[in-house]
Structures are given as structure tokens and as C-alpha cells.
């Protein structure tokens, strides 16, 4: 495994973070796998050296999260566990999301209780708040900090101007800033090249893509994304603008180039993120023990420059898909 510091934190996490969307309860979504299996991919991951896993309130409706911590169990030192709190947990309870004081207050307390932990590493909001004013999100999740509840902070899908806006606001009051973005990022979806990347590097802000495999749609030929089950069934994967700006050409560039060097499709969208200097660890989603195993394998594959821009090039932009 090879490692790295998260952002400007001096705290390392494998170039692997293994997401957790894909356990918890099979009925939340059709590919999600139970909890055994689940805990058979933690109990991998951690002899492969990740220590990076990376869960939701929301996943599961909490069940990602149980699983996660009761897999850990014995483990939790080395870990670095990150999870998310934002979305509606409660339909009933209109404070069960956003990011007020007692959402975030209440929706943190019990993502320790379902991981079983006292502290989690990293916490982080899932989207940004339009509701409530980024002073008051940004003094909760201080306070969460100064009570032990968790050791850093991140945020994930947001403009750009937003995450500037957050970290003006917890420099101006001298609380703990965000260290990490969670974005949408991968061959097929480079929006964030624009203000989002640039604006992370020049603050420090590690990153920690999400869909790094375009869900799935860099793994398969184009006409073949449908073989799976989430590729049958998800509809996000046919939401995001994967298949425009060019997509069904790098798919074929990214089959082309695998077919050529030997790998798998998956691998050459992984070591694409791999290379890329401003990705700190995609955050890689399966539902196989294989597969992670892949991702494992992908750390070790060279691309060229020219391999790089090869890939690239079709890439034309899109509309911008993941936050609003
Ligand atoms: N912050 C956010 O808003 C947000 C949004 C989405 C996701 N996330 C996080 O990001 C993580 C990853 O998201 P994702 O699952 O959408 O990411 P992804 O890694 O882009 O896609 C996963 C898909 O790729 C397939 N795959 C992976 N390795 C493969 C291989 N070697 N060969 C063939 N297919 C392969 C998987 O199939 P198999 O299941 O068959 O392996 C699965 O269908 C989530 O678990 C979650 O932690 C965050």
C-alpha cells in the first residue's frame, strides 16, 4: 500500500479509500451488499494496508455506518475513519438533516453511537446548507471538535465560492477549517478542473474524489454498462453526465489502453487518479473483494504523460452534476 497525508494534516490514509456506500442493507439499494459480506471487504482492505474508509449518516440509513464500526472493531487505532452528515435521516423530523446546531449536534452523536466509537477522524458535510448561515455550521462543528467528538473536518460537493466562503469564515473566527473536499471527480467528469481543484491546492485541502470510476461506467465498455446489477439499476449513473463531452470515447480509450498494457479498465481510471497530484485518494466503491483488489493492483501502474493526455483529450465540458 502506499500512503499519504491527508491535505495540509499531518494524519496518513492509504491512496485508497475504500467507500462504504456499497454495504449496509440490501434493501436501501439493489446492489447493495449485507452485513457479512461487508465485513469480509473491510477485513480485506485492512490486510491490503487501507485504513481509509469513508461511510455516511445517510448510507443505509445508518447501517453502513453500524457495519463499519463493528467491522473495525479491534482495529479502530489504526483506522482512519471518515463519515457524512447532511441529508434528511428522518422524514418526519425536518431537524433529522441540514446543518444547523442541533442537526449537526444531534445527527453526530448518533453516527458515533452507530460506529460504536467515541471520536470519529474525519466528519464531514455532505452538501452545503442554503438554510442556515455558515457561522453558525462552522462554530458546531468547532465545538464538535473541542469536545473530542472529531479530530478534523471536511466538506464534500459544494461550488467553489461556497467552500471559500467556509474557510473565510472559520479563519476569520479562528475555529477549525474544513481539511478535505469529497468531490465529484473522475476521466468522465472534470468539472472541478475549473475553480474547485485550484482553490484546494492553493489552501492545502486534501482531496478524496468520489465515483472515481464514474460508478461503474469506466469499468465496462459503454455498451456494456448495463451488465450489473447497479448498472441496471442505479439511476445516478445515467443522471451525471457521463455519457456526454465526449465519455463514450475515453470509455473506448480507457478499454483501449487497458487492453494494450494488459490491466483492467477499472485499473487505468484508477491510476489516472493515481497520477493526478491533486488527488490525495479517490474513494473507491465495490461490491467484490476482487475488485478491491484491483484498485490494490492500480497503485503500481505507470501511465506516460502522452498515456495521460491521450485519455484526456476527448473530454469536452459538461453540465455541472453532483451538487447544484
Ligand atoms: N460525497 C458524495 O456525495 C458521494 C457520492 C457518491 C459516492 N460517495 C462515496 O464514494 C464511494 C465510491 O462511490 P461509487 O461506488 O459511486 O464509486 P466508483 O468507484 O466510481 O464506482 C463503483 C462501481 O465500479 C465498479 N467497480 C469497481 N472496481 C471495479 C473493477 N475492478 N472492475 C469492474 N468494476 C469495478 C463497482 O462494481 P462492483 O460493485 O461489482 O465492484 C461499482 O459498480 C462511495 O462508497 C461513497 O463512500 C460520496
Known amino acids: 500500500m502506499e500512503y499519504t497525508t491527508l491535505g495540509d494534516t499531518g494524519m496518513t490514509v492509504s491512496k485508497i479509500c475504500l467507500g462504504c456506500m456499497s454495504f449496509g442493507d440490501p434493501d436501501w439499494r439493489d446492489w447493495v451488499l449485507g452485513e457479512e459480506e461487508g465485513k469480509e471487504l473491510v477485513e480485506r482492505a485492512l490486510e491490503l494496508g487501507v485504513n481509509f474508509f469513508d461511510t455516511a449518516n445517510m448510507y443505509s440509513n445508518g447501517e453502513s455506518e453500524r457495519i463499519l464500526g463493528e467491522a473495525l472493531a479491534g482495529h479502530r487505532e489504526e483506522a482512519v475513519v471518515a463519515t457524512k452528515g447532511y441529508f434528511q435521516m428522518d422524514e418526519s423530523d425536518p431537524n433529522s438533516g441540514g446543518l444547523s446546531r442541533k442537526a449537526i449536534e444531534q445527527e453526530l452523536q448518533a453516527s458515533l453511537d452507530r460506529l460504536g466509537m467515541e471520536t470519529i477522524d474525519l466528519y464531514q458535510i455532505h452538501r452545503w446548507d442554503d438554510e442556515t448561515p455558515i457561522t453558525e455550521t462552522m462554530a458546531a462543528l468547532d465545538d464538535a471538535v473541542r469536545r473530542g467528538q472529531v479530530r478534523y473536518l471536511g466538506a ?169
Not at 464534500?156 to 469529497?182: I, K, N, P
Not at 472541478?192 to 461506467?217: K, N, Q
Not at 465519455?247 to 473506448?252: D, K, L, V
Open 156 to 324: 464534500s460537493s459544494m461550488w467553489a465560492h461556497q467552500l471559500a466562503e467556509a474557510l473565510h469564515t472559520s479563519d476569520r473566527a479562528g475555529y477549525d477549517r474544513f481539511v478535505t473536499m469529497q468531490n465529484h471527480y473522475n476521466l468522465v467528469y472534470r468539472e472541478e478542473e475549473r475553480e474547485m481543484l485550484p482553490l484546494c491546492e492553493t489552501e492545502g485541502i486534501g482531496t478524496i474524489p468520489w465515483s472515481p470510476l464514474a460508478r461503474g461506467y469506466l469499468a465496462r465498455p459503454d455498451d456494456e454498462v448495463d451488465a450489473t446489477i447497479r448498472g441496471e439499476t442505479e439511476e445516478h449513473l445515467y443522471r451525471h453526465p457521463y455519457r456526454e463531452g465526449g465519455g463514450p470515447e475515453i470509455n473506448a480509450r480507457v478499454e483501449e489502453l487497458a487492453a494494450e498494457k494488459g490491466v483492467k479498465m477499472a485499473q487505468i481510471a484508477l491510476a489516472w487518479q493515481f497520477h493526478k497530484e491533486r488527488v490525495d485518494a479517490p474513494i473507491v466503491g465495490t461490491t467484490s473483494v476482487e475488485h478491491l483488489e484491483d484498485a490494490v493492483e492500480a497503485l503500481d501502474i505507470d501511465l506516460s504523460t502522452s498515456d495521460i493526455e491521450w485519455l484526456e483529450e476527448p473530454y469536452e465540458p459538461v453540465h455541472v452534476s453532483g451538487h447544484e
